[in-house]
């Protein structure tokens, strides 16, 4: 019995120090700051979209945490959330120069700049979904998910995707284009 007892003790101890070892990802969210809404009909109101729906988006996401599946991010790690630094990032976006009619993209150079806020805020790898547009025209969000050294900052993986805007209401359209990105993972 006294050994059962020690072999269990051990396992225990063994099990939690291992458990503490285990790496992390921070998913720290939808970052806005280089986005664009293109189609002047389908957001009208773009200073309540930056005050109002760039947080909604964010919290609809960890509230659907069973839908979104965030853990395929983390791929064996612990995942934890940190919505802190992208809520501060997407307060500094300009209602006015959110919406537009034209053609609009971005390079992996400004996906770069947009990581680079996020380097120093944790340890371990962070994923962030940067925004390249929503197109209200074409029905689609055009987003980088990017997999990051948050030490560093510097991009590990990304790739841009194309989720196709579903649900019903603004903020339900919109988070139905994120979910079908979220779902594809990170790409290379």
């Known amino acids: 019995m006294k050994k059962i007892v020690t072999a269990l003790f051990v396992s225990i101890i063994f099990f939690a120090a291992f458990a ?3 790496p992390t990802v921070t998913w720290f969210g939808v970052d806005f700051t280089k986005a664009k809404m293109i189609g002047k009909k389908g957001f009208r109101e773009p200073k309540t979209i930056q005050s109002y729906y760039l947080r909604k988006w ?3 996401i960890l509230r659907q945490d069973g839908k979104f599946n965030l853990k395929i991010y983390a791929r064996g790690s612990k995942l934890i959330t940190n919505l802190d630094v992208v809520n501060a990032q997407n307060d500094k ?3 006015d120069q959110l919406v ?9 150079g400004d996906v770069q700049s947009v990581v680079s806020n996020y380097a120093g805020k944790g340890s371990g790898k962070g994923v962030v979904l940067v925004v390249e547009s929503f197109n209200k025209k074409k029905k689609k ?3 980088y998910p990017v997999l990051f050294d948050i030490a560093s900052g510097n991009i590990i993986k990304t790739k841009k995707q194309k989720g196709k805007a579903a649900g019903f209401g603004f903020r339900n359209y919109w988070v139905g284009a994120i979910y079908h990105v979220v779902r594809k993972g990170i790409k290379k």
Do not use: F, M, R
């Open 100 to 108: 537009i009619s034209e053609k609009y993209s971005i390079t992996e």
């Open 93 to 95: 976006v300009d209602a």
């Open 58 to 60: 964010n919290e609809e």
């Open 20 to 22: 503490q070892d285990k």
């Open 141 to 143: 969000a055009y987003i």
